[in-house]
């Protein structure tokens, strides 16, 4: 590729949300929701409960089809795709509460994740994963190794997923989201209902990962871990951009602090 080519794919955004709507039953949760992210950036997605992130970031994955509006990713437009095929295009995620299938190790579970996804099933795509004698590549599961490594839980590479703490399930979602190699990882409260010790250690690999040229949205409650990680901030409310900027600034607005901490 072109050098010039190479400047122009550095200087687009690598996500555009351009009027986002969304309503369940007559309820508008999203109302013309719109924003961008820069590459190699960490940006946090924040705002008071009811404010509309976890539906964006339904929406962002494919999971939920919004009503209107568009969301280009890495220039493409995405809107209309599956959520397979956003997976395809860069995309990877976490979710708030931890979702593994318990009967595999923990090596396992991250080696499905970097299995390549066709829009069949996931009893499909679970089978033709594990239907043969040796499924993977040695460059495979040295790639497990490494993202288990990254995310401190090579020493229980051969246990059960299952008898993994809540904590490091977490931690296991994160390694499974660097083993698929999405370009945009979005990460749902990760650090929710963890003790602070495991916080600290996942604050330093979402910063770890941005330093080395990854681009992470995540939603995080924890103002302080926002402070400490985020880049850019952007507060929803009621269902549409209210403020957004760099972190300090945003979490400095007089009119964020009351929306959001009732004062």
Known sequence: MPADANAHTRSTPILQVHDLHKSFQGNRVLRGLSFQLHRSRATALIGSNGAGK??????LSGLLKADCGTIHLGGRDVTHLSSY???????????????????????EAVLLAQTPLREEGLGRNLLRAFSSAAPYSSHATARARECL?????????????????????????MAQALAFGGDLLCFDEICAGLEPGLVQRI????????????????????????????????????GTVFRE???????SDPAVVRLYLGD
């Open 203 to 238: 604050s330093g690999i979402v910063a770890d990962l941005v330093q080395g040229g990854k681009t992470v949205l995540f939603i995080e409650h924890n103002l302080q871990l926002v402070r400490d990680l985020a880049d850019r901030s952007v507060f929803l409310h009621e």
């Open 245 to 251: 900027g760099p972190t300090a600034d945003v979490l």
């Open 54 to 59: 976890s539906t964006f970031l339904n929406l």
């Open 149 to 173: 490594d990254r995310c401190q839980l090579m020493p229980r590479a051969d246990i059960a997923a299952a008898e993994l703490t809540y904590g490091e399930r977490k931690l296991l979602m």
């Open 85 to 107: 095929m956003r997976s395809r295009a860069g995309l990877a995620r976490t979710f708030q509460h931890p979702r593994t299938f318990r009967s595999l190790t923990v090596l």
